[in-house]
């Protein structure tokens, strides 16, 4: 079909879907009602979702017929398309719990071939193979032939994967858990994987030279340490800083994830200097001064393609870019955040409380040093005094408390990274993260982001984790299948610090 083809067929489906005529019966009258299709309220409109599923939606061709039988019109693709776009959120859930209900695995057909599996046992290993084949393909939901054709019509990718999105949302807000939603979820991640496997993904270089749409892009998915302006995004891209991104030739235009790479003669230890430091803005690149390449922000801007990995190999492709423009580099390491520790520490401070534990969390003189600014009684005047400060992160203006809580900040901190765990695994997802990538929990550093999210978030603390390539493999089977973190003698020791104040 030839893109005008394509586009006036776009245009006529789109017109006969959003002013459609309904005829109506009135004693006495009868009149030709035009009007907007949605939202959807009445019974005919209802009708013409399972309309539309009956259309697009093909049966699944017999086994012997598989590899044979010719693949469906591509307007249908495009008027699932238009449909569903077409659809307010609560009808578009209306939508796929038909589709993912009605149109999924033909149960009885795989029932019947499981059945037949068990009596072939006996038999020769061609007709068990033939059989285990049948139903394999019987067990193919009936809607997996339409997202697959959706995925070969243009801009049918990009669609897969904004549908994948609404399905993640309606799922995270427990507006629908059916296991047949669970399951359309399940097969079109499976179907991403391998449309967006390394191998299809290409690795382009941000540069100021870049075109226009691309940097305001990066820019809006910047979501780790939002860009304030052009002058913000030209350094980032600029001398001594390198910007990444993977694309895909299904969605031209549009970087699926990005990360972005500062370089230095050390590991940094704050964000200040990387995000805020606009002296070399213009300055060329002195090679002596590059022995670092540190990893300050990784942003996935498809909803869609979570649970897809792709910053894993992100990194990896970007070290080797690294290695090849600079050979003596040997430092390679992440400053991320920690997000969730303050609502962590929050929690924990109440627990204490409700406990009668208090006064364990912090040591005596620690504790107070927080009286004496607060004006407080000891015990759970104090500790009620201390939530509210990291509640409103007052207690950032006042050096005293900066000073007296360090120590106690860190090593609640060092315990929530290293010590608090969902199913064996970290519980901090950035963390989680660069672990399962191999890299080692290398450093805790002290008033490393003081912008007020940073406070907010994580008391203004943040991490590296560094990634010794000689290491990576064994660290990541480590982390994966016994569950073990690789850190340093400095996050090691904070933790043994918690441990001891906390009876733990």
Known sequence: MTPFHFSTAARSLLKHYRHRAVLKTVPGLRAWEFRNMYPCTSIAEHNSMEEILKKTVVTLPTYEMRDKSPPPPESNSLEFMLFYKSLEKEQRLEFLEKLSHDFGVDHRWASDLAAKLLDTQGRDVATILQVEDRLRYSLTPRYRQLLTHISKVQGGVKFLVDLRADLIEFASSKISDSPHMRDLNSTLKSLLSEWFSVGLLRLERITWQSPCEILQKISQYEAVHPVRNWTDIKRRVGPYRRCYAFTHASMPGEPLVVLHVALTEDIANNIQGIVREFATLDADEDVNKIN????????????????????????????????????????????????????????????????GRATELLSEQEWREVEDVTGTAPGAPALEALRRLIGTSEWIHSDRLIHSLEPALMRLCAWYLYGEKRRGYALNPVANFHLQNGATMWRLNWQADTSPRGIANSCGIMVNYRYFLQETSTNSAAYMQNKFIKASEQVLGLVSQFQKSSKL
Do not use: C, D
């Open 292 to 355: 670092a390449a540190i990893f300050y922000s990784i942003s996935s801007t498809q909803a869609g393609l979570q649970g897809v990995e792709l910053g894993n190999y992100l990194i990896k492709r970007v070290v080797r870019e690294l290695q090849s423009e600079f050979p003596h580099m040997a430092q390679f390491s992440s400053l991320s955040p920690i997000p969730g520790f303050s609502s962590w520490l929050q929690g924990a401070l109440g627990q204490h409380k409700k406990e």
